[in-house]
Every structure is written in structure tokens, then in C-alpha cells.
């Protein structure tokens, strides 16, 4: 496990990857094994129907219907609580790529090895990745096990479809966090200036749902790209999976021209 | 093994500023294959910066080096085949062991002689087998000091290198230096400690608020070297003896006991005093701020 940068990346997050793989298990396993008490309640779409339109707004911005499969998913995993939980993983792992090693620095040892230095943004790049996808394998079991076992009917095609197009916009906000890092080689400053960026995105998208003004806008976040396709019901949207593939490459490619041309650890 | 052979390292007009603030400023250098090149100069020079900009890790404002003659913004990555290097301030992965560390920084450089890495370590008496983090700073610049020699580099650049080490390992240290030297290997190595770059360097340079006061032989530096000196007499000795001895300056004599500043050798003052009774002498090793300032004002008017 000490090869190269890869690897050493992968598994100085063993311990970490393990409780987050055992958390979103267990998240899974939870949201589904409560979808036959929540499908017997055909009055909470009664209540979900008055619900004030300011508040609805931040469940994406239109009423689902909760009682169903999809909308019941849509809402409990896939429009808010997945994408936040693997927000934070991501964040946390592209803001410290770089930047932490700087910070720590033993940023000095990689650069001192005759490796070029894209190859080593690059190198962690990929760890993120891997690790993220690894989450969402995991993540895609547990569900696909729960789903199983309460009979819920929901295209299991679906799930792994909406699962990635999380993935995607989980990476989009760390390969941000990677470039913010690489920028400027401080950890708190990409976390900070990516979390209110995801933040903003977030409302942009779900009040872009109600509010004429800001509606034209709403393409620009990427919860838009993931969440309003309803991937559950309709598929992956390849023009929409592709706008946030298209971001992750873009934020990627600055990260490797920024740090190759910035003072490191000064 | 490249072109202009025998000059390892080359800068022209090597600048660095951190905005307004100056990090060095017009270093030109030259340090030969197979010597030892002493970096001196007291903490915040310039000496660290000097350093990082060579191995490519800050970009200078104005100027250029070369190392093995492979320009070094563009060509730092074939460079750093060739070179070991010991940071400043030295951080490593805490949650390693020295072990790990070593094999995932020799497996950086594409697999080192293992054999040769241990020997290094038992050497040094390196703690291996525990976490990084809970060794002591000397330990962990033992690992340090194995990370940057064991892949045989031609060249070593060494920040402050025997920080923290305690005088046994020091000593093993510059007989680690001596080894490089005779396999004909090049050292460029930092230091704000006089003796210590006396002992082991060919060659000294100065460095002080980012500029380069001197390039010195050792011996020149010797030549230039400002002793404080005491000598305590049995009685009352008469001033004009010692007042006229070449090197000798600022003679003060009281109640028998001599007080003056030597520069250079101390021969001519020893063989006058050993005319008489000596029962004590006590010499003070120059300081390098007197050292600088030696060069300081002897340079004041050249430079600048």
C-alpha cells in the first residue's frame, strides 16, 4: 500500500473509509426498512400538500409524492441526504489533497521525488474517486438489500443511475475542493469557500423551483443537473450527467495547471 | 555526467521576494562536484529560500540556476533523480512507521537498495519500527537524514541538517559527509553554526539578510576568524609586549590578566606570552554575528 501516492492516499484513508461505508449501510438499510410504516400513511401526502411553499422549497422545490417508492427515495436519500453526506466526504478529501499535505508540511518529500507535480494532484485525484465510487458501491448494496427485503418496487437500474449521478455531484464539489486547495494551499479556505458554495447552489436550486426571477439561473448549480431530472422515475439524463462530469474534468485540469505553477508552502 | 561537468550547482542572479518582502536577492554561486559547500548564515538570510527554489518548490522573481547543468523550473524532475535532500523544520507522515516511510519514499524514487537503507539506519540507530509521531525530534531527524542519503544521490542539499541530533550522532553524521565526499558525491549543506561548517565543508558561503557576503575557502575563513581571548598572568605583564603582535587588537590589561581580539592565527600572541607565567587562558569562539560583521564591514563599501 506505500507504491506510490495512490495507494499511500488510500490507505491513510482505510479507518475513515470503513466508518463511512458502515454509516451509509446502515443509513440505507434504515430509510428503506421504514418505507412500508410510511407507504401505509396515504394522509401524509395530504399533509405534505399544505405544506407552506417556502418550506417545500427546500426539498427540491416541488411536492413529492412521498408515499411512493421513487418519491419516498427521491426525498429521504436522494435529493438531500446523500448528496450532503457524500459532499462532505468529498470536500474534506479534495480541501486536504494538496493543502493538507502543505499545511502538514510533507508536501516537501512528494516534491522532492522526481515526480512531476500534476502527477501527484493527479495521483490523489484518482484516490478520491476511487474512494467515493467505493462508498457508493457500498452505499448501492445496502439500499438495493433493503429495498429487497420490504418488497419495495423501484427499478434497482434506477437506484445505481441516481447513486452515480450522486457520485457526480459529490466529485464536482471535491475536485472544486481539490482546485481551491491547489490554489492557494490552504485547507480551511477550500472547505469554507466550498461549503458556501454548495450551500448557495443548493437554495439556488430548490427556490429556482419556485421563484420566476431566479429560475433561468437554476442551471447553473449542479444540484440542478442531479435533482431535476428525477433520475428515480426517468433514467440518467446524459445531457445532465454529463454537465457535471463536464465540471469535475474542468476543476480537475485547474487544479493541475494552478499547482504547477504556484510557490509551494511558503 | 552532463555539461559544464565539474560545476554541480549554478545560480546567476538568483532573486526571490515574497511580494515586497525579500527572500534573497542576485545570489550567484558555484559549487563544484565532490565538494562539501558550507551555506552559513544566521536564521531568516535567505538560506531556506535559496534551498526551496532550487529544488523547484518556490519559482524565483529574477534569475536562473542549474543543477547537473538541467535548468531547474524547467527541468526539475530529472533533477531530482540525482539529488537527496533534508528539509528544515523537519515534518514527516506521523502516522507511519520509519520503516513505511522509508519504503514509500524509496518506492517514490522506483525501489532503493533496501540492504543499503538499513545499514544506513542501524548506523544512525534509527527507531524503525514505532509510529513517527511519538518519536523525539533527534529520531525523527535520524529518518530524515536516512531518507536523503539512501538512494546514493550525487547530490545532497541538507537544511540545518544535524538540528536536534545529539553529539554522537553528529559526529556519526560528518563521518557520513566525509564517506559522500571520498565516494565523490557533492554537499550543499546549511548551517548558522561556525564549527560545524568548519569541520566539514570545503568551501563556505555567507549569507545575510538574502545577500551573499562571501565565498570562503575554510581557510580564508580561519584567516579571517576573530578570537576573543584571555590570558591570566602570574603577574603584572607590560602591554606594549602584546600591543605590537600583528592580529592583535584591543589589548587591555588589568591586574595581570590580558584581554585582546586576535584575527587569524593566534602563533605570534601564544609565543610572546609563553615569556610569561601563564596560568590560565580562556578563548571564546567567534560568534557568527562577529564573523558577519567582520564581512560586513569589510564588504560594506564593495557591495552596494
Known amino acids: 500500500m506505500l507504491n506510490n501516492v495512490f495507494l499511500k492516499t488510500m490507505r491513510d484513508q482505510r479507518r475513515s473509509l470503513i466508518f463511512w461505508g458502515i454509516g451509509l449501510v446502515a443509513l440505507a438499510l434504515y430509510i428503506a426498512l421504514f418505507f412500508p410504516t410510511v407507504s401505509n400513511m396515504p394522509e401524509l401526502n395530504k399533509l405534505l400538500e399544505n405544506v407552506p411553499k417556502g418550506l417545500a422549497a427546500l426539498f427540491g422545490g416541488q411536492i413529492p409524492d412521498y408515499t411512493s417508492p421513487v418519491g419516498y427515495l427521491n426525498m429521504e436519500l436522494f435529493s438531500m441526504m446523500l448528496p450532503i453526506l457524500l459532499l462532505v466526504f468529498t470536500v474534506g478529501f479534495g480541501s486536504g489533497a494538496i493543502a493538507g499535505e502543505e499545511e502538514k508540511s510533507t508536501l516537501d518529500f512528494l516534491l522532492a521525488n522526481p515526480i512531476p507535480r500534476r502527477r501527484i494532484v493527479a495521483e490523489k485525484f484518482g484516490a478520491m474517486v476511487a474512494s467515493l465510487l467505493l462508498l457508493a458501491v457500498v452505499f448501492y448494496v445496502g439500499l438495493v438489500i433493503g429495498v429487497v427485503s420490504v418488497g419495495m418496487e423501484v427499478n434497482y437500474g434506477r437506484i445505481a443511475e441516481a447513486t452515480f449521478s450522486t457520485l457526480l455531484l459529490g466529485l464536482v464539489f471535491g475536485s472544486l475542493a481539490l482546485f481551491l486547495g491547489c490554489l492557494r494551499g490552504n485547507r480551511g479556505l477550500s472547505i469554507g469557500v466550498t461549503g458556501a458554495l454548495a450551500v448557495i447552489t443548493y437554495l439556488l436550486n430548490s427556490l429556482g423551483g419556485m421563484v420566476e426571477a431566479l429560475k433561468p439561473y437554476r442551471i447553473l448549480s449542479p444540484f440542478y443537473h442531479h435533482i431535476d431530472p428525477n433520475i428515480l422515475a426517468n433514467g440518467l439524463s446524459p445531457v445532465h450527467a454529463g454537465v457535471l462530469l463536464g465540471l469535475i474534468v474542468i476543476f480537475f485540469v485547474l487544479s493541475l495547471v494552478v499547482f504547477e505553477r504556484r510557490d509551494v508552502a511558503v | 555526467m552532463m ?16 511580494g515586497k518582502l525579500r527572500g534573497i536577492e542576485d545570489v550567484n554561486l558555484d559549487v563544484k562536484r565532490g565538494e562539501v559547500f558550507g551555506y552559513l548564515g544566521p536564521n531568516g538570510a535567505g538560506k531556506t529560500t535559496t534551498i526551496r527554489t532550487l529544488l523547484d518548490f518556490i519559482r524565483p522573481t529574477h534569475g536562473s540556476a542549474t543543477i547537473f547543468g538541467l535548468d531547474i ?6 533533477a531530482h533523480r540525482h539529488i537527496g535532500y533534508l528539509q528544515g523544520e523537519l515534518e514527516l507522515y506521523g502516522n507511519l512507521t520509519g520503516e513505511d516511510l522509508l519504503k514509500y519514499l524509496g518506492n517514490l524514487r522506483g525501489g532503493v537498495d533496501w540492504g543499503y537503507v538499513k545499514g544506513l539506519a542501524s548506523r544512525f540507530d534509527c527507531e524503525l519500527s514505532r ?4 518519536l523525539s525530534h533527534g529520531n525523527k531527524q535520524k529518518i530524515g537524514l536516512v531518507q536523503a542519503f539512501m538512494h546514493k544521490p550525487d547530490l545532497l542539499i541538507l537544511d540545518e541538517p544535524t538540528q536536534g541530533l545529539d553529539p ?29 561548517v568548519e569541520k566539514v565543508c570545503d568551501r563556505v558561503c555567507i549569507i545575510r539578510q538574502g545577500w551573499l557576503v562571501a565565498v570562503e575557502t575554510i581557510e580564508t575563513l580561519k584567516a579571517h576568524a576573530l578570537y576573543q581571548l584571555e590570558i591570566h598572568f602570574a603577574r603584572a605583564v607590560p602591554r ?28 605570534a600572541l601564544v609565543k610572546v606570552a609563553a615569556q610569561f607565567e601563564v596560568v590560565n587562558v580562556v578563548s571564546h569562539e567567534p560568534s557568527l ?3 558577519f560583521l567582520t564581512y560586513y564591514n569589510e564588504d560594506k563599501n564593495n557591495v552596494k
Not at chain 2, 523550473?73 to 530529472?78: L, P
Not at chain 2, 509510529?131 to 511519538?134: A, E, G, P
Not at chain 2, 554522537?168 to 563521518?175: K, V
Open chain 2, 3 to 18: 555539461s559544464n561537468g565539474d560545476i554541480i550547482i549554478h545560480t546567476s542572479g538568483l532573486t526571490k521576494f515574497y
Open chain 2, 73 to 78: 523550473k524547467r527541468n526539475s524532475v530529472e
Open chain 2, 131 to 134: 509510529r513517527i509521531k511519538i
Open chain 2, 168 to 196: 554522537l550522532m553528529q559526529q556519526e553524521f560528518y563521518r557520513l559527509i566525509a564517506d559522500a565526499k571520498n565516494e565523490g558525491r557533492t554537499v550543499f549543506l546549511s548551517s548558522h553554526i561556525l564549527p560545524e
Open chain 2, 240 to 267: 606594549d609586549r602584546f600591543d605590537s603582535i600583528p592580529g592583535v587588537r584591543d589589548v587591555v590589561v588589568e591586574n595581570g590578566i590580558l584581554r585582546c581580539n586576535v584575527v587569524g592565527s593566534l602563533d
Open chain 2, 289 to 291: 554575528e562577529e564573523i
